[in-house]
């Protein structure tokens, strides 16, 4: 059972490093982020491991993510430039950087409702309980999200597309 754990964590680790950067924008804090998670699925491995332990992982991450910025509430305004280039390697990492910033204008509500719906490819539902929210919620939250990240980055449009 712990060989099935072990072999789980490691093969899921990174991709859910990946989300909690995204999440809370902060590596330091996303690697944090990802160890309470494996230690709460570690936990409960014996009634995860013939279930969903990835959805289990993401719902830790989000939830101790958002106690963090309830305590730690602050409105951080960052100003963006246009980094825009043309076709290459160069202008993949502009628009990263150009991503990461649009993201940094968004509540943590909101940055969190993006990077589950878009990035994990949930559904609002399972946005929804991954969050503890109403599904009222991560409707409304996407809506605003979207609109402010084409406010703030409307070089970035076509990521944006919301879908019907």
């Known amino acids: 059972m712990e060989q099935e754990f072990t072999r789980w964590a490691r093969a899921r680790q990174q991709p859910l490093l990946r989300t909690a950067v995204l999440l809370c924008g902060d590596h330091h804090r996303a690697e944090d982020l990802v160890q309470d998670a ?18 289990y992982a993401r719902q830790v991450m989000v939830r ?11 409105e951080v305004v960052v100003e963006l430039r246009d980094t825009t280039s043309g076709p290459g390697p160069a202008a993949e990492v502009d628009r990263r950087l150009l991503l990461d910033r649009a993201l940094a204008q ?31 919620t991560v409707k409304s939250q996407t809506h ?3 609109a402010r990240l084409r406010a703030v980055a409307p070089e970035l449009a076509e990521l944006l597309e919301e879908p019907t």
Do not use: C
């Open 38 to 55: 494996l230690t709460k699925v570690a936990l409960r491995w014996s009634r995860l491991r013939d279930g969903h332990p990835d959805a």
């Open 64 to 74: 101790t993510n958002i106690s963090w910025w309830r305590r730690h509430r602050r």
């Open 144 to 146: 605003v999200a979207l």
């Open 106 to 136: 968004l509540t943590a509500r909101q940055r969190t409702t993006v990077v589950l719906r878009f990035y994990e490819d949930l559904s609002e539902r399972e946005t929804a309980e991954a969050m503890g929210v109403g599904l009222g």
